[in-house]
């Protein structure tokens, strides 16, 4: 089954500075690449995700990046604000439908 | 996003006693769900898939007769633990699609089960 790595587990950044999470992934006929949001106590918040005929998508702060080839995928943040400390999972969907999470990144955003 | 409905999103009950969560999808048509259970500071584990009107297909490791788990219509899937115990608390999250294999996954807010 697909195996998703997702690195660093923690990450701690000053306000305005940029944070970028990497996660890998081991089925190469996964074809989706959401990154969620997850905050204390409630459930994942969909961010931004990408598909496998793209290499990369930007919505304004948040931009990621898919690299099939090596089958990796980032998340980056620019201009880090308090608020966007919290627990970060990537994920990757294998033909099936199944999404597979990565680990999860705890992210915190010094002001 | 579209929406999913979870409830409740937090339940204390005593050991030996079942309890049902439900999720609903409020502005589309959700034929496939999913249920994760998520321990402190960990990732969220896939527990089973339902597709509307089928039995569910179990993750391994999750007993099915533990985790009952209903998904009679398009908008309404319910996960009922049996006999719950301590190890059981979790938190419980259900998402929807409405295409398994190509749409997005709307996840509802959560549940949080704890057993006495």
């Known amino acids: 089954g697909e195996n998703v790595e997702q690195h660093p587990s923690t990450l701690s950044v000053q306000e305005g500075d940029s944070a970028v999470i990497k996660c890998t992934y081991s089925d190469s006929a996964s074809n989706y690449f959401p990154w969620y949001k997850q905050e204390l106590g409630k459930g994942p918040q969909l961010i931004i995700d990408?598909?496998?005929?793209?290499g990369e998508k930007k919505d304004q702060r948040i931009a990621v990046t898919l690299n099939k080839t090596a089958k990796h995928f980032s998340l980056h943040i620019t201009e880090t604000q308090p608020e966007d400390s919290a627990v970060y999972f990537c994920a990757a969907r294998s033909m099936g439908g199944k999404l597979t999470f990565g680990q999860g990144t705890i992210l915190t955003v010094h002001p | 996003g579209a929406v999913v409905s979870q409830h409740p999103s937090w339940v204390i009950c005593k050991s030996g006693t079942s309890v049902k969560i439900e999720c609903r999808s409020l502005?589309?048509?959700?034929?496939?769900m999913f249920w994760y259970r998520q321990f402190p500071k960990q990732s969220l584990m896939l527990m089973a898939t339902?597709?509307?009107?089928?039995?569910?297909?179990?993750e391994q490791g999750v007993e099915k007769d533990k985790f009952l788990i209903n998904h009679a219509s398009l908008t309404l899937s319910t996960l009922t633990v049996t006999s719950a115990h301590p190890e059981d608390s979790s938190f419980y999250i259900c998402s929807g699609t409405g295409a398994a294999n190509t749409g997005e996954l709307f996840f509802g807010e959560g549940s949080r089960l704890t057993v006495l």
């Open positions: 502005d589309f048509q959700a034929t496939t």
């Open positions: 990408i598909r496998s005929n793209v």
């Open positions: 339902s597709n509307e009107g089928s039995k569910a297909t179990y």
